[in-house]
């Protein structure tokens, strides 16, 4: 049976919600931390701007050939074998900008001197139920193309390969449908890709290490396939500001190897509910950015490193449901923007002076632990069996807090995201501001 995380996780992603509120669409949001309160459904609906009007419309002119996006729109049609809501109703003619959920504008390969020749630059599906499929005979004309959006459908198959021509592709939202087979590294091609979300579908099998080193990609949603394998070690270098893995199969240990190749940007790292094991790595310290981290419904072990105390910026964070133990040590409790902490579930033997302050707060769950005369905690039958310390390598001996984290946070300049910009080019790039390695220990 598999395990779902409890009501506290979705309390804590409700902190979260601003970004769920903004009317903004897709192509022109910030990615940053209100992202992580997308893991258990879909993102806002898109909302693009108006097709720009031309005579010199995309698609085909009287007396020529079909254009390329013309075939390509008609190939998409084709594929789909059940449209309840009519979406693709207008889709005939040889103005392909006056199909619904396409959008247009100039070429950014007309000369400036010249007529601007009008081409699709996005195509937004989202939310309609269409059944089918996503041939590359369906992409492979749009060769202007900056986003692609199909959320909330039921579209099967395999991920086109054509996507990796896409020069000018930086969205590809194709989460909720019955996507199924390896992870499509077709548009880690793609050299303009910044916001992959592949959530909700039947992806399954190992991740490529190319995925966390591919340049400029921002967001990275992966929950709720069916994943497994260890994560790669490269995990850390990646650019992103956001990325979760959370209700996959993954196994292994969280990588331990952190480097600021990508500037340390990482606001929001969510990999609860799969199978992974070992110890809380060092390395997870040393994320100057991070504001939330959810480590719960795993089978991780051993005592929590001293470096967490260097998560500044930490607002939520969750262990709950692993086999963690020791006493959780004051570092742990002074982190000062924390509005959620839960070690709910573990081995805690102990907690000190200061978490046991927050003891009566709600933002503090230790519940399911075994720490002495406190109420709510497991049987000491159960206590006293657990046999599972992690090994020496898991053990961690209390102390002050990290020589490293003041030098690692002076030390490197954080890009804080990339705004995706409108219809559809000139896109502004990630700002890092410094490029630093860090190697624990």
């Known amino acids: 049976m598999r395990r779902r995380p409890p009501p506290f996780v979705a309390r804590a992603a409700a902190v979260f919600l601003l970004l769920l509120l903004s009317p903004a669409p897709t192509s022109q949001l910030g990615l940053g931390a209100a992202i992580g309160a997308w893991i258990n459904g879909a993102p806002p609906p898109s909302t693009a701007s108006d097709p720009i009007p031309s005579s010199s419309s995309a698609g085909q002119q009287q007396g020529e050939q079909p254009s390329p996006e013309y075939a390509s729109l008609q190939a998409l049609k084709s594929a789909i074998t059940d449209d309840p809501r009519g979406a693709l109703s207008t889709w005939h003619g040889p103005n392909v900008c006056a199909y619904k959920g396409v959008y247009c504008s100039a070429s950014p390969d007309a000369d400036a001197d010249a007529d601007a020749t009008v081409v699709v630059a996005g195509v937004d599906l989202n939310r309609f139920n269409l059944r089918g499929t996503l041939p590359d005979a369906a992409v492979a004309g749009l060769a202007h193309l900056t986003f692609l959006h199909l959320n909330s459908n039921r579209l099967s198959g395999a991920v086109p390969n054509a996507l990796r021509d896409l020069a000018y592709l930086t969205e590809l939202d194709l989460s909720n449908n019955l996507f199924s087979g390896a992870f499509p590294t077709s548009p880690l091609v793609a050299p303009s890709l910044v916001y992959l979300d592949l959530r909700f579908n039947a992806f399954s099998g190992a991740l490529p290490p190319d995925l966390f080193t591919k340049p400029n990609l921002d967001a990275v949603f992966l929950n709720n396939n069916q994943f497994d394998g260890a994560i790669p070690d490269t995990l850390w270098s990646s650019p992103a500001t956001v990325i979760t893995l959370a209700n996959n199969r993954f196994t292994g240990q969280l990588p331990s190897t952190y480097g600021y190749t990508g500037g340390g940007r990482v606001r929001e790292a969510l990999f609860l509910n799969n199978n992974l094991t070992g110890c809380v790595p060092e390395a997870l310290g040393f994320m100057p950015s991070i504001q939330v981290l959810d480590l719960s419904y795993n089978a991780l072990t051993g005592h929590l490193p001293g470096t967490i105390s260097c998560l500044s910026g930490i607002e939520v964070l969750n262990v709950a ?121």
Request: proline content about 7%; aromatic content about 6%; charged content about 15%.
């Open 321 to 441: 449901h692993n086999q963690l133990t020791g006493e959780l040590p004051d570092l742990l409790c002074d982190l000062r923007r924390i509005t959620n902490l839960s070690v709910a579930f573990n081995f805690f033997s102990g907690i000190s002076q200061r978490c046991d302050r927050l003891a009566g707060r709600s933002m503090f769950d230790f519940v399911g632990n075994c720490v002495p005369g406190r109420d709510m905690q497991r049987p000491q039958p159960e206590c006293d069996g657990f046999g599972g310390d992690g090994g020496l390598s898991c053990l961690r001996i209390p102390g002050a807090r990290p020589v490293g984290c003041a030098e690692a946070a002076v030390s490197v300049g954080v890009g804080v995201g990339v705004s995706v910009g409108g219809l559809p080019f000139g896109l502004p790039g990630a700002s890092a501001g410094g490029v630093v390695t860090v190697s624990v220990p």
